[in-house]
């Protein structure tokens, strides 16, 4: 990639115990690009991506975001950094209690320091965003699909008009139909606003349709982290079972499918 790596991990160990999830792992984020990241149950995806954002503080290693040391910066400093990160967590995460404008509205009255009359009406924009109705302001999660809930973190995420979007498998559990819309989006999101986004997800369907490189997860390291392409032919037997097996073979045809039409 030519354009500057917004984070780049060298060495980064992440042990818990006798548990070594990382060891040496090294990593790079691109400004403008959506990078996928993959890998086998337990290889440790979200353990690298709560790393990244400061919400897990490895054994070593470094991570350098937007030029600086992340973990050696003063928690001032690191609050200035964390304002330009949105996270949208794997099952959404938002606040049961609050309807999904509130559960928006808070990080811009917290953070942002806006009223709540101005936050509620910025946070309608976010929504409108996302692509929510207007009527799914004033609804709560309890009363909405799981689509629109990952719409809703997704629209909390965008609040502060973040520069690196993390998201973290944001189309588990949706259906085929509500995966595909999500991934439109987020194409277009990342397009309208110069996002740059670090992806973990399973789903092959959203590998081949939105990322620019994959990076694959693999004995406690970044087995890989290129274009599909160079993915698929690295000579692993994990890669090979993932993107060579049916379901593989199948989102790759579907791919290439929309790409010729």
């Not at 917004?6 to 400004?31: A, C, K, M, P, W």
């Not at 337990?42 to 290693?61: A, D, E, H, M, Q």
């Not at 982290?225 to 698929?232: I, M, N, S, T, Y």
């Not at 037997?237 to 579907?254: K, L, N, Q, T, V």
Request: glycine residues 8%; aromatic residues 6%.
């Amino acid at each position: 990639m030519t354009a500057p790596a917004l984070i780049r991990v060298r060495e980064l160990v992440n042990r818990f115990g006798s548990q070594r999830v990382h060891e040496n792992l090294d990593l790079d984020l691109y400004r403008g690009e959506i990078l996928g990241v993959v890998g086998g149950s337990g290889s440790g995806k979200s353990v690298l991506l709560r790393s990244i954002i400061g919400l897990l503080r490895p054994t070593s290693g470094s991570i350098e975001v937007f030029g600086q040391d992340f973990q050696h910066l003063s928690s001032v400093q690191r609050a200035q950094i964390e304002r330009r990160f949105g996270v949208l967590f794997q099952r959404g995460a938002l606040f049961s209690s609050l309807t999904l404008q509130e559960n928006v509205a808070l990080a811009l009255i917290e953070h942002a320091g806006l009223t709540r009359d101005d936050a509620e009406h910025l946070a309608r924009s976010k929504l409108a965003l996302a692509g929510l109705p207007g009527e799914a302001a004033l609804k709560y999660p309890a009363e909405i699909s799981g689509g629109m809930i990952k719409r809703a973190a997704l629209a909390r995420s965008l609040a502060l008009d973040p520069e690196i979007l993390f998201l973290d498998e944001p189309t588990a559990g949706l259906d085929p139909i509500g995966a595909a819309a999500f991934d439109r989006l987020l194409l277009t999101l990342r397009d309208a606003l110069g996002l740059t986004v670090f992806l973990v997800t399973h789903d092959l369907d959203t590998l081949y349709t939105v990322c620019d490189r994959v990076a694959v997860l693999a004995r406690r390291r970044v087995l890989v982290a290129d274009r599909l392409e160079v993915v698929e032919a690295t000579d692993d037997d994990w890669i090979r079972d993932y993107f060579h097996g049916p379901r593989g073979r199948a989102a790759s045809e579907a791919a290439h499918y929309k790409e010729e039409s």
